[in-house]
């Protein structure tokens, strides 16, 4: 079963729009993480945001915010005043406590593409 | 802080041939990871090392495929008799080891096309 589920596949915005991306996510884990990446056409996943599951409190970072909501199993992204290098894939991914391991599950994508 | 380094970068082989990529992580971190991404999907998880110790490989990985780390430092993936379907991109993490849920730091990946 898809632990992490992103259903938009690709979203087109023009530039200084905003967009959001969704992200829900399935665990029996009362302590998990979750992250945000960012994969350009180059291929490097880059890091963006990291929330751990005991931690609700929305926040801004720069263009970038996030709204976690437990009671929804959801971890939605928004790039706000997009710009063209914004233009990439973006993928939610979990990490739970119970495999101590760490290992990431990942979302299909979000292929965001920022017209200008 | 040097980040993750994987070499090389593209690989092109023919059916059977063996492979191998290698992986450098950030010098202070313990755990290295490696997943495989195929066209439009996520990363997927192949095996994860602490120090020197492999603890864990998914089932993706089959016997044709080989990871070491020796001295904990950096780590090869092996893959034999390669196939068709073995064409990916094979992405390399590292973090510390201090706290669960540590932040995963990603190298550029090895795009490997078996024609």
């Known amino acids: 079963a898809q632990k992490v589920t992103q259903a938009q596949t690709e979203i087109s915005v023009v530039e200084k729009e905003d967009v959001t991306l969704d992200c829900v996510y399935e665990?029996?884990?009362?302590?998990?993480?979750l992250f945000w990446y960012k994969q350009p056409p180059s291929g490097e996943l880059v890091f963006l945001i990291r929330?751990?599951?005991?931690?609700?409190q929305n926040e801004i970072s720069g263009r970038y915010s996030w709204n976690f909501q437990k009671s929804t199993s959801s971890f939605n992204f928004t790039i706000t005043a997009s710009q063209v290098v914004d233009s990439a894939v973006y993928f939610c991914?979990?990490?739970?406590?119970?495999?101590?391991?760490?290992?990431?599950?990942f979302g299909k994508g979000n292929q965001v593409v920022v017209i200008p | 802080d040097t980040g993750v380094s994987q070499d090389p970068r593209h690989k092109i082989t023919k059916r059977g041939q063996n492979v191998t990529f290698r992986c450098d992580p950030i010098?202070?971190?313990?755990?290295l990871y490696w997943y495989r991404q195929t066209l439009g999907q996520g990363p997927e998880f192949l095996t994860y090392?602490?120090?020197?110790?492999?603890?864990?490989k998914s089932r993706l990985l089959s016997d044709r495929f080989s990871a070491e780390r020796p001295k904990g430092s950096f780590s090869t993936l092996e893959i034999q008799r390669t196939e068709q379907g073995d064409s990916a991109m094979y992405l390399c993490?590292?973090?510390?080891?201090?706290?669960?849920?540590?932040?995963?730091?990603f190298g550029p990946g090895t795009r490997l096309l078996v024609l």
């Open positions: 993490a590292s973090s510390r080891d201090v706290y669960t849920g540590e932040t995963q730091y």
């Open positions: 665990t029996r884990d009362t302590t998990y993480y």
């Open positions: 929330r751990n599951s005991f931690d609700e």
């Open positions: 991914a979990l990490s739970e406590n119970a495999y101590g391991n760490n290992r990431l599950a």
């Open positions: 010098s202070e971190h313990n755990r």
């Open positions: 090392f602490q120090n020197e110790a492999q603890l864990e």
